[in-house]
């Protein structure tokens, strides 16, 4: 069970040398419960209430986040800045709409375990090209710092000055962006290496979606 591991494992990183509790007797006193209690939970030796909830939270897709185990920099989020979805031919970054709020908060370490968090944009995606894994309206986490493409994987490319989001295909001196949605888009756009006519370029990879479930 997801949620249950990580109440387990979040709090056995809360104690040890260096960290918020010195060990578990430590940590009861400060919550104002027994040390055999935190110890029991720790190697998982009761809480059955718990492991019912963690169920339901598991099937909810709820997850509990800790702070670390030093007490800091739990509560610190990034909010990445909100892209346009139109660019300035030649232009290889997307642009930002200042004008937009903050939509989504991200913790910075999830982020770098997906690329570099300063270099990373949301950007709106328009139409249902990528259906059903992206679809219109959804936002999308572009980094910009990842702009070698790799077959299979999902990329905001520029052509002229429309952004859009497909999957790539390489072949030999021209990149092919493919639609997941057929339906939408039957056939792939071709886009060659040496061709002056082809104004393009990589903005960045998509590494995460953010959607309604409806």
């Not at 030796?45 to 939270?57: F, P």
């Not at 375990?113 to 139409?127: A, C, F, I, Q, Y």
């Not at 992206?134 to 999308?140: A, F, K, P, Q, S």
């Not at 039957?186 to 886009?191: A, H, K, Q």
Request: glycine share 10%.
């Amino acid at each position: 069970m997801g949620f249950y591991n990580d109440i387990v494992q979040g709090l056995g990183n809360m104690i040890g040398q260096g960290r918020r509790y010195a060990n578990p007797t430590q940590m009861a006193k400060a919550c104002g419960v027994a040390p055999n209690q935190i110890i029991r939970y720790i190697k998982q030796e009761r809480g059955k209430h718990i492991q019912v909830l963690a169920r339901i939270l598991d099937e909810v897709g709820a997850r509990i986040v800790f702070p670390d185990g030093d007490g800091t920099g739990g509560g610190n989020f990034k909010c990445p800045p909100k892209a346009l979805a139109r660019a300035e031919q030649n232009n290889e970054t997307l642009q930002t709409d200042s004008g937009q709020q903050d939509l989504l908060a991200f913790n910075p370490r999830w982020m770098a375990e997906k690329g570099n968090p300063d270099s990373m944009k949301l950007l709106t995606v328009t139409g249902n090209a990528m259906a059903p894994r992206i679809e219109d309206g959804n936002h999308v986490l572009v980094d910009e710092s990842q702009k070698d493409f790799f077959e299979g994987r999902i990329y905001a490319v520029r052509i002229d000055e429309e952004i859009l989001v497909r999957r790539v295909a390489r072949e030999p001196g021209r990149i092919l962006l493919l639609s997941d949605n057929t339906e939408s888009s039957p056939g792939p756009i071709i886009l060659e290496h040496n061709n002056p006519a082809h104004n393009w370029a990589a903005m960045g990879r998509v590494v995460f979606v953010a959607k309604d479930l409806l």
